[in-house]
């Protein structure tokens, strides 16, 4: 008989520096008037055209988004600057995106009264990879001090995370593994161009974790995992074009396309029907109606989507208790939103209570995976 997967823990590493919307704004702002007075003679002739200014209130309608989570605040808010500065590391010194992995994934094992040589194998599951290798799963893994199992890196943009539980849960099934780390760190900042007005305030920094084990080990409380489903369906509206071929075309290596763009407007329209009629699809498939969904952790990109996206799926506008919200406050976090939802706010549940970790993003890829409160 196969292993029934379930989910012990969560952990969640925050970033000490925070921005608002007012900060970000003020430094977008000085740096659109620098840009426009150095560049009067071209505005003026009409061979470029001037920057608008950004605004709380355009931001926080387009969003929801009222602050965001950063490793490197002031550099950020600098107008000449306007990108993070992490100072490169020593290859005998753990890179960032490890370190912070790590502070997720010791949270994850204190959690569930788990130690670091109890796990088989370490998923590092994100969008924005440091390096190309060694995987910083296997960095991960030996940080932890687990000196035997295996790691490896996985990529599926925003819905990495949901995609790695899936892994580690056919890990279980099959007999495997018996604990998988699923770890989300994302140093989103370094691929934003924080002088783009419509994109400048979209993400933020953190880190999650996840600990996927067969249920005859779990902690009494935990989360049965009742089903998963991954879909992906190419799309070029969400887009980042830096990867290890960019030296090979140096003249272009500076160009906005090396970070984050994308076409907002046709991914609202494209993912969200595509999204509902996934999680509805697979709701009928387990037999569950929309009363028995006590709580939806969606992805968190955009407060509008979730609000569609959670009408179609509850069949009425959702309240805050049943599809929370952390966007306000982390902004986008890429593949940890969802799992930020989840950590933050499902502990509260009793047992029996369904809900969903439900991912999406660039691919377009997204990821649903129903859990039951045990315990």
């Given amino acids: 008989m196969n292993a029934i997967p379930v989910i012990s823990s969560t952990g969640l590493f925050t970033p000490q520096n925070s921005i608002s919307n ?17 560049n009067a003679d071209a505005i003026a002739a009409g061979e470029i055209a001037a920057l608008d200014h950004s605004s709380v209130e355009f931001i926080e309608k387009a969003s929801g988004i009222k602050s965001r989570y950063v490793l490197s605040k002031e550099p950020i808010l600098d107008p000449e600057t306007m990108c993070p500065r992490l100072p490169e590391r020593s290859n005998d ?103 783009d007005r419509d994109s400048h305030f979209i993400f933020g920094d953190v880190a999650t974790a996840i600990l996927v084990e067969a249920k005859d080990m779990a902690p009494a409380s935990h989360w049965e995992i009742l089903g998963t489903k991954l879909k992906t369906k190419f799309s070029n509206n969400i887009r980042n074009n830096f990867g290890f071929l960019n030296r090979a075309h140096p003249e272009t290596r500076d160009d906005d396309d090396k970070l984050f763009v994308q076409e907002g407007r046709k991914v609202f329209k494209e993912v969200v029907p595509m999204v509902a009629s996934m999680i509805c699809e697979q709701m009928d498939r387990f037999g569950l109606q929309s009363t028995d969904m006590r709580r939806l952790w969606l992805h968190q990109a955009n407060t509008n989507m979730n609000r569609l996206i959670a009408s179609k799926v509850l069949g009425h506008e959702a309240s805050a208790d049943e599809s929370p919200t952390v966007l ?48």
Wanted: proline share 1%.
């Fill in 22 to 38: 007012e900060e970000l704004v003020e430094s977008y702002n000085a740096y659109a008037d620098l840009h426009n007075r150095k």
């Fill in 93 to 195: 010194e753990i890179s960032i995106l490890a370190e912070i992995g790590v502070a997720a994934a010791r949270q994850a094992l204190e959690r569930a009264g788990r130690k670091a040589e109890d796990v088989d194998a370490v998923l590092c599951a994100c969008s924005n990879m440091q390096r190309a290798y060694p995987a910083i799963a296997v960095e991960i893994q030996d940080a932890l001090g687990m000196e035997d199992g295996f790691g490896f890196d996985m990529n599926v943009a925003c819905s990495s995370a949901t995609f790695g539980i899936q892994t580690a849960a056919d890990y279980i099934r099959s007999g495997s593994a018996k604990s998988v780390l699923v770890i989300n760190p994302e140093i989103c900042s370094g691929h934003l161009n924080w002088r």
């Fill in 328 to 375: 306000d406050t982390y902004a986008n976090t890429s593949s940890a939103g969802s799992i930020i939802a989840f950590h933050k706010h499902s502990d509260d549940l009793s047992e029996g209570d369904t809900g969903l970790i439900c991912s999406f993003g660039a691919g377009y890829s997204a990821g649903t995976v129903f859990v039951r409160k045990m315990g």
